[in-house]
């Protein structure tokens, strides 16, 4: 069962819920295939044929709409906000690609539990696919501008990673996390496991100067759990995360500043997406190998430094 988020609002008149969704993680997609294929007039066609395909069979009446209307669209309120991440991963080489299924790869994470899916093979399928990309940031945004802003961020610069290209599409999950409930902590270890994601802030003095360094870095709630950590693991690969790399002493634990947060995630494989949003059909399988040559190359050198935000 699907627990709700309450997230703030711009309009205090208006008390709105969210959680995240299969809809915004098929939002995602679609931002992603829309930019990468934006580069080729061949590429576009194709999609936006195979997206008036999609509507018009939902909507057999609608026939009369055309295809340069049916752009992304995500029907949040303009008055929501909350902080978000967007995680896209990539199924291993080795990994067999799950088969097109109506049954959706999402989970949520509801508060006081551990990650819960709907999908029964959901463990066996977390661990084939690694990180090829998280951005975002711990700010309250408004949803129906930033998730696409974090989408193409976190796709195209993650300093980690090269921009992911129209080959790999078939091969990516994408993961929405609305971040709520943030509480300050008694100490670095005053969290959960599979609950909370924490964020740590701390200074080191600096030698002959009244200005210490400072540090900070945060964990989503799932990494801890996935990486199968406790809490003094977590902390400890978080430090280093922040960038200090000198001796992680008991005094040094002690002054952390640590807030702790929980969300609410979901996940949705390619494979899922095409299933549900369109139907079944690959909107990418009428894109010719020259096509995805040039796009994956003009993309490459298209790509320069982002907008200040969050890596995780």
Not at 88 to 112: C, D, M, Q, V, Y
């Amino acid at each position: 069962m699907s627990q709700r988020w309450r997230c703030s609002s711009t309009n205090t008149d208006e008390n709105e819920e969210l959680v995240a969704t299969q809809e915004m993680c098929h939002y995602c997609f679609d931002v992603l295939m829309e930019r990468i294929l934006r580069g080729s007039a061949n590429g576009v066609d194709v999609l936006s044929e195979r997206r008036l395909q999609a509507e018009q069979h939902k909507d057999e009446n609608n026939r009369s709409r055309r295809s340069e209307e049916l752009i992304p669209q995500l029907n949040i309120s303009p008055s929501l906000e909350c902080p978000l991440f967007v995680t896209w991963e990539k199924r291993r080489f080795n990994a067999t690609p799950p088969a097109l299924s109506p049954i959706s790869s999402g989970f949520t994470t509801p508060a006081s539990s551990n990650i819960a899916s709907d999908d029964d093979n959901f463990n066996q399928d977390n661990f084939e696919y690694d990180l090829r990309g998280c951005i975002g940031t711990l700010a309250p945004r408004q949803l129906n501008k930033a998730l696409s802003e974090f989408a193409l961020l976190s796709a195209f610069k993650d300093r980690r990673f090269n921009p992911i290209s129209l080959h790999e599409l078939r091969e990516l999950r994408v993961g929405v996390s609305l971040l709520v409930k943030y509480e300050e902590c008694k100490n670095c270890f005053d969290w959960k496991v599979g609950t909370h994601g924490i964020i740590i802030k701390f200074e080191i003095s600096r030698r002959g100067s009244s200005y210490g360094e400072q540090y900070s870095a945060t964990y989503l709630p799932e990494v801890a759990y996935e990486q199968r950590w406790n809490p003094e693991d977590t902390v400890i690969s978080l430090i280093r995360k922040a960038g200090y790399r000198g001796y992680i002493s008991d005094e040094l634990l002690e002054q952390i500043q640590c807030t702790r947060y929980q969300s609410s995630k979901y996940r949705t494989t390619y494979q899922d997406y095409v299933m549900s949003k369109w139907h079944g059909e690959d909107p990418l399988s009428s894109a010719d190998a020259v096509t995805v040559a040039a796009v994956d190359e003009a993309l490459r050198q298209k790509v320069k430094a982002g907008k200040t935000c969050v890596v995780l």
